[in-house]
């Protein structure tokens, strides 16, 4: 049973991949009535049920096949398909009612279980309405019996009222109740879900609020210092320099913050262009430079002949932005040696890489890097100044392009990120068209 259960959990994932919760729940909905109703109909076909009775479950087997390759087709009329099913299901139920046993039928059992379909596929108050008119179908089907006896047909056997007991049995526990099972297991990781989002919006707000009080405490505090009139010329410039510093930190702070938000909701585009990794690598070289040597490091840009005169296709800007990101956090926290940034192209990935000679990331610590806000701690003092947004950001970036990250360090040996992507984005050129299985070359 527990393998019947893995093996139908990976058949709806692969036919609900993609869609929202309601609208997965009504695709399966749809394909089993699609196959109940094709399995009816040809077992009551050799079993002898009446024509009538073969014919609804074929009409009804249609329409849910129909609806459901429409549904897949065309999801934005989700209402409208709905209405039909649910009229539908109503009308063939009635028919088979009528023609096929009346109360003796185990149709009881399945209008019982309309309801608990409506749950999951209507909001609450459309369930409790659609539930409602089940109710009052219901009472209008045995006022028909009281008031017009004969007009329901019996079973014309006992043996075809065993069968179609066994079927409609067979349906509820093959096809409703996995269902039933697969969707719990889903609402609850979904709450698992929502509430570990919760604790990270709070953790989130809490930090945001607390990094964005800093530069401002101190930009009011400094303010209120220079309106006193014994303060001294160089004072004055201190606290100039002091508010300077912190309104840039507040505004990088809020721009990052945006930023992330942007790359978080989705609501960043890239624009895919094919540009040159030399060039591109000279001008991060050309960007960062100034700002390693006033570090008194040295900045050294890595790319090996083989991809000399490449080119890739990919969104320039933000790739710009992931090296500036993690080229600036290198120099941050390297107090002497260099920072090297570069390209492998190595088992169908192009790999680039950013290692620096500082103080390297504990292995506990190294996963948390990338959350929001991280920062590391070294000997009583922060390593990493800044809010810890920059890794956060730059995952978000690489998520976007399709990107892997990873990070490589030990104590006191530097750290090395390394970032790629599948090879295709690397565009073939005459040089590579020479060289046989490029792709697997490294230096």
Known sequence: MRKFINCYNKACKLLTAGEELKSCCFRLILFFSASFGLVYTSIGYFSGFSAKTGIAGLIFSSIAALLLLFHIKKPSANKQIKGIYFASLLLVLNMLWINHGGPQSPLLLVFAGIPVLLILIYPQRTTIALSGLVVLNIIFLYGIEWFFPGMTKPYASEHLKWIDHILVFVFFLSGIVPTLIFFRNRILAEKARADYENQLKSTYLANMSHEIRTPMNAIVGFTELMQYPEARRDELNEYINIIRDNSQLLLKLINNILELSKLEANLKSTNITNFSLRNFFDQVYNAHITQARKAGLHL??????????????SDQTLLFQVFSNLINNAIKITTEGEVRFGARLKHNRLSFFVFDTGPGIPPELQKKIFERFSQLKGQNQIVNQGAGLGLSITKAILDLL?????????????STFVFSFPVHILKQNQYFSSIPEYENMSN
């Open 300 to 313: 050294e840009s890595d790319l090996p002949p083989e991809l000399e005169n490449a080119s890739i296709q």
């Open 402 to 414: 399709g990107g892997e990250i990873k990070v490589h360090s030990n104590i006191n040996q530097g």
